[in-house]
């Protein structure tokens, strides 16, 4: 027969399993509501934080853990997006999205100990349509509240009923917060719709060469005439502050950026699941760059080089 204490650690088992079980749910929520892998963590931790200083009581009263971490997490979501809108018109230059590397494609091992669990919460992101770099862009276009009611509703899937709950609003007005969302991303998806894999991955490659043999004709041909580039230094490393527009400025442009760095090393690699590069210098990532394609052609190129938001690429 099991004693008391025995009991409460059999019944305490499955709800920790739970409870931790959602980590991975959270961590995707909170970087398509964050655009930022590091905030997305800290919110995750946050939420854990408050989950752990509850009283056993009180937690064993929550019907639903997850619901209630999802809840919690949504919010706190949205207090850093309020705060993150001051801070962005402060920030240095353009602000773009974080950055992810393809799960497959990441470097750093296993946690210690020899565990195969990941030691950095950014590979449980999952990589689809709902994270790719121009969806994030659109997406940083909207107001808080549009947020977090278009994701939460359009890529999660939840009711409008448990939205309203989640962030204090009517199941109405979350309708219609999501479906002024829904009229951005359409707009956007309309000029910009996303061509063949195969045919991703050639562009990039072309574009890729092209740029090693500073082909600045080859460049010219594989932009769209009113291609537009954007460059995140976030002050820390140089970047152009506002955007490069039209193929011949951005051809140009990049030939100016390779001939200022003799050996810099491009690579194909998978950027917010779409085909893109990395730029690596001396063994060290400096800049990863996301394409936006329409027509066989690059129309957008978004080139993250703030190291800060390079954590996921970094060698050891």
């Known amino acids: 027969m099991n004693t008391p204490s025995e009991a409460g650690q059999e019944r305490s088992e499955p709800d920790l399993s739970t409870v931790v079980g959602e980590r991975r749910q959270l961590t995707n929520l909170a970087y398509r509501l964050l655009g930022s892998l590091a905030e997305a963590e800290d919110a995750v931790q946050e939420t854990y934080a408050r989950w752990y200083a509850m009283p056993r009581e009180q937690q064993e009263a929550i019907a639903t853990p ?41 470097i750093g091992g296993s946690a210690g100990g020899g565990s195969t669990e990941p030691a950095d919460p950014a590979d449980r992101v999952t990589l ?16 808080p509240a549009e947020r977090v009611a278009f994701i939460l509703h359009d890529v999660f899937r939840y009711p409008f009923a448990e939205v309203a709950e989640i962030v204090g609003r009517t199941p109405a007005a979350c309708r219609q917060l999501a479906s002024s969302a829904r009229r951005r991303v359409s707009a956007a998806q309309a000029t910009a719709a996303a061509p063949p894999a195969g045919q991703a991955v050639r562009v990039v490659r072309d574009f890729k060469e092209a740029w090693e043999a500073k082909d600045i004709g080859a460049l010219v041909g594989l932009l769209d005439p009113d291609a537009r580039m954007f460059a995140d230094g976030g002050g820390l490393v140089g970047a152009v502050l506002r955007p490069v527009e039209g193929s011949e400025r951005i051809a140009q442009y990049l030939i100016h950026i390779a001939g200022k760095a003799p050996g ?22 400096v800049t990863v760059a996301a394409f936006g394609l329409a027509d066989g052609r690059v129309t957008h190129i978004w080139a993250v080089r703030n190291p800060e938001k390079l954590r996921p690429w970094s060698t050891e």
């Open 264 to 285: 810099l090393t491009l690579l194909e690699r998978t950027v917010n699941g779409r085909p893109g590069l990395v730029a690596q210098h001396a063994g060290t990532t």
């Open 128 to 143: 689809d349509e709902s994270v790719n770099m121009a969806f994030l862009v659109v997406l940083e276009s909207m107001t």
């Open 66 to 106: 997850g619901a209630w971490l999802t809840t919690v997490a949504t919010r706190v979501c949205l207090d850093l997006l309020g705060s993150a809108r001051a801070r962005r018109e402060r920030y240095v230059g353009e602000w773009l999205p974080e950055p992810l590397p393809d799960r497959t494609e990441w």
